[in-house]
């Protein structure tokens, strides 16, 4: 009887044992909801149109120029134990989230927007023929949030590096060219999935902001739209 009892305990602290080592262990890779929400954007005065509809403008995928393997990872996160994990996107690809956030600004902005996301590859000899006078793409240079786990507190840190390119449409050639940048830092005593998508969320919301903040931008889509 002491015998089974012994044997028992022991079964009981090795599952135990294998229960707390599956419970801590890493996860395969995190994914994150990095969105772009319009209702944190506010266009400048000098920038909105005079009327809604009063010109088309046309967005197109962004290009993803990062130089890494797979160019769908965001990110990464630096376990306790030293561990890389991965961290991707949720539900959309970085491309895509990037070019309706550019979108949206332009909504916000009072410009009659084409639905249709185009494709294009930023050279003025491939300028696809869309019934727009402005074409709007660009290129994703940098993206990335690394969280480092640590106690007391986690450790956030995320960069966006953009290039935007405007396009005359009709004439066939660029108008302008315009490179932004946005970082952000954080500490905070609790970690999540959720809390990476929002301060990602927050930084494109921000470096799209960065983009027409140059009043050259605004004056060349007033001189193209106005043709």
């Known amino acids: 009887m002491k015998i089974n009892r012994i044997i028992f305990s022991l079964s009981v602290l090795t599952g135990l044992i294998i229960l707390n080592i599956s419970g801590c262990a890493s996860p395969k890779l995190y994914s994150i909801n990095m969105k772009y929400d319009a209702s944190r954007a506010a266009p400048p005065a000098y920038l909105k149109a005079e009327s809604k509809g009063s010109a088309i403008i046309a967005v197109a995928e962004f290009s993803d120029k990062r130089d890494m393997a797979d160019k769908k990872v965001i990110g990464r996160v630096v376990e306790k134990n ?10 959309v690809a970085a491309t895509k989230t990037v070019s309706d956030g550019v979108k949206d600004y332009f909504n916000k902005a009072r410009y009659q927007v084409a639905d249709k996301i185009v494709l294009w590859d930023l050279t003025e000899e491939n300028i696809p ?22 106690f007391p507190a986690n450790s956030y840190a995320a960069n966006i590096k953009l290039t935007i390119i405007f396009a005359d449409v009709s004439e066939g050639h660029v108008v302008y060219t315009r490179r932004v940048e946005a970082t952000s830092s954080h500490e905070h005593v609790s970690f999540s999935e959720e809390r990476m998508g929002d301060y990602m969320s927050a930084l494109l919301v921000e470096a799209v902001r960065n983009v027409f903040e140059d ?6 889509i007033r001189e193209v739209t106005a043709r």
Not at 82 to 91: D, E, R, Y
Not at 132 to 148: N, Q
């Open 82 to 91: 030293g561990t890389n994990i991965m961290v991707f996107p949720k539900h």
């Open 215 to 220: 009043k050259a931008v605004a004056a060349k």
């Open 129 to 150: 023929d869309v019934a727009a006078k402005l074409l709007v793409g660009g290129s994703i240079d940098a993206m990335e949030i690394i969280c480092r786990r640590g």
